[in-house]
C-alpha cells in the first residue's frame, strides 16, 4: 500500500516528539516501534536494526565508490567528440548513442553532459544580454503563421564548403511547423517552400515576416510597405495576405526565431546527409516527429490541436496552373544546348526552338517543360554529379525528307588514294638513304 510521505516526520523529530509525550518515562530501549514507524514511515524491519545503534544511520559502506564499467563504457569517445564540435543538445546525442548500441537512459547523458562542460567551446558573446524584451502571446487558430530564413554552411565530402539555406515556417497558434533546404534564398525558392508549407498546413489569413528583399522593396511616406511586384502577384495568386515586423525587431516574430535555434541545435546537430533531397526527407521526419509530440510552452501536441481547431479555419490550397509556374522556375538555355539548376547543368534536345524553359525537380527526377508548359521536354535523373548531364539525341537535328532510288543502281566509279601533300622539311631527313626518292 503506497501511502504519502509528504507528512511524515523524520527520525530525529519523530523520536523528540515521543520523548515530549512520555517525558520522565522515556527510554530509548522501548521505544514503541509501530508508533515510530506510523510518524515516520520507515519500515519495521529497519527500524530494528536502527534500534541496535541508538537509532543513529550510518553510512553505506560503498557510499563514494564508482564502478570501473557504465552504461556508458565504451560510448564516451562518441559523446567527448560532438562536445568538442559544439553539439551539447542531449536529445540529439542519446539519439546518436542509440545507433551505435546504447541501451541506457537519457538522464545518464544529461549527467555525463553537465559533468564535461570543459569539453564544450566557449561562446562569443557579442553584447551583453538584455533579459526578456517582450511577453509571448499568441493568436486565434489559423490566424497567422510566421516565416524567416535560416543559413547553414556545409562540408561536403571532398572539403569544399558552401551555404544552405533552411525555409522555416510555424502556425503562431499550436506551433505545427515546417521546414525546407534549398542552396540558396532566393525568390523563386521562397515561393516554392510557401507553397510546400501551404500544402502542408494549409494557407493562413496571415503571413508575419521580417522585411527581406523578396517580399518588400522599401516604405513609402507613410510607412506603408512598397511590396516586390512578383511576391504581391504571389499573394493574390494564393490568397494570403503579410504582415511585416519592425526593422530591427526579430523577437516580434519570435516563434520562428526560435524553430531556426532549435533546427541548428537540435536536428542539424552532428547531421550527415548525400544530397538536398536526402536532406529534406529527413527534415519532414523530423517535422512529423516534433509535430506529433507535447510541448511544454504552449501545453499541448502541436498536430492535435492543428488539426481540431485550425485545420477549420485554413484554406486548403488547390493546385493551379498559376500555382504549377512558380513550383516550375524559368531557366534560359545556355549556347550549347543546357540549363543550370541548383549548380548543375542538364541538357535540352537541340531541336527545342525556344531561348526559356522551366524546370522542376520531384525527388531525383529532374523534369524540363517548354516555357508555355505546355509539353514535357525531357527528365533526367538527378544523380548530384558535377559533370553535365546530357540527354539521349541532345545535339541530333530533326529529321529531314530524303529521296533514295527506285531502280537498282547500276553506275559504278571508282576512288583512289588522295596524294598527300610534299613536305619541304623532307630533305632534311638523313635518316632516310639516297636511293629511297
Avoid at 550510518?58 to 563504457?73: A, D, I, M, Y
Avoid at 526579430?250 to 526565431?257: A, H, I, N, Q, S
Avoid at 523534369?367 to 525531357?378: E, K, P
Wanted: with cysteine; proline share 4%.
Amino acid at each position: 500500500m503506497n501511502e504519502n510521505n509528504s507528512d511524515k516526520l523524520s527520525l530525529p523529530q519523530a523520536l523528540d516528539l515521543i520523548k515530549d509525550r512520555e517525558k520522565e518515562s522515556f527510554c530509548l530501549e522501548k521505544v514503541n516501534l509501530a508508533e515510530l514507524q506510523r510518524l515516520t514511515g520507515i519500515t519495521r524491519a529497519k527500524l530494528r536494526r536502527l534500534k541496535e545503534n541508538n537509532f543513529k544511520e550510518k553510512q553505506h559502506g560503498l557510499l563514494g565508490r564508482k564502478s570501473e564499467s557504465t552504461v556508458l563504457s565504451g560510448f564516451t569517445g562518441v559523446i567527448d567528440n560532438l562536445l568538442r564540435n559544439n553539439v551539447t543538445n542531449s536529445e540529439v546525442l542519446f539519439e546518436q548513442l542509440c545507433k551505435l548500441g546504447y541501451a541506457g537512459g537519457m538522464t545518464t547523458v544529461k549527467n555525463y553532459i553537465l559533468a564535461h562542460k570543459d569539453l564544450i567551446p566557449a561562446k562569443r558573446q557579442i553584447v551583453s544580454p538584455q533579459g526578456n524584451r517582450g511577453r509571448r502571446y499568441s493568436t486565434e487558430p489559423g490566424h497567422c503563421f510566421q516565416m524567416d530564413w535560416g543559413f547553414v554552411k556545409v562540408r561536403d565530402y571532398s572539403g569544399f564548403e558552401y551555404q544552405a539555406a533552411c525555409f522555416a515556417m510555424i502556425c503562431h497558434h499550436c506551433g505545427e511547423r515546417f521546414i525546407e533546404f534549398f542552396p540558396n534564398a532566393k525568390q523563386e525558392n521562397l515561393f516554392i517552400g510557401m507553397i510546400h508549407a501551404f500544402a502542408y498546413m494549409g494557407v493562413p489569413r496571415f503571413v508575419l515576416t521580417d522585411n527581406m528583399k523578396s517580399v518588400v522593396i522599401k516604405r513609402d511616406s507613410d510607412g506603408s510597405p512598397i511590396w516586390n511586384h512578383d511576391y504581391e502577384v504571389f499573394m493574390k495568386t494564393i490568397g494570403f495576405e503579410t504582415r511585416l515586423c519592425k526593422a530591427y525587431h526579430p523577437f516580434t516574430k519570435g516563434k520562428v526565431e526560435r524553430l531556426i535555434q532549435f533546427v541548428k541545435g537540435n536536428f542539424l546537430a552532428g547531421r550527415c546527409f548525400t544530397n538536398v533531397t536526402d536532406l529534406n526527407s529527413k527534415a519532414l521526419e523530423w517535422c512529423a516527429k516534433q509535430n506529433s509530440s507535447w510541448h511544454k510552452s504552449i501545453d499541448m501536441i502541436p498536430q492535435t490541436e492543428h488539426d481540431k481547431e485550425c485545420s477549420n479555419v485554413l484554406v486548403t490550397l488547390q493546385k493551379s496552373p498559376e500555382i504549377l509556374l512558380y513550383l516550375c522556375p524559368p531557366r534560359r538555355i545556355s549556347f550549347d544546348g543546357f540549363v543550370t539548376y541548383e549548380g548543375r547543368r542538364f541538357g535540352i534536345p537541340y531541336s527545342y526552338s525556344g531561348k526559356t524553359v522551366r524546370v522542376c525537380r520531384n525527388a531525383q527526377i529532374l523534369t524540363i517543360y517548354s516555357a508555355d508548359m505546355s509539353h514535357q521536354l525531357v527528365t533526367h535523373d538527378v544523380t548530384w554529379s558535377r559533370r553535365d548531364n546530357f540527354c539521349k539525341d541532345q545535339y541530333v537535328l530533326p529529321e529531314q525528307p530524303e529521296e533514295f532510288p527506285t531502280a537498282a543502281v547500276k553506275t559504278v566509279i571508282e576512288q583512289t588514294a588522295p596524294d598527300l601533300p610534299s613536305n619541304a622539311f623532307d630533305r632534311f631527313d638523313f635518316s632516310k638513304e639516297a636511293g629511297d626518292d
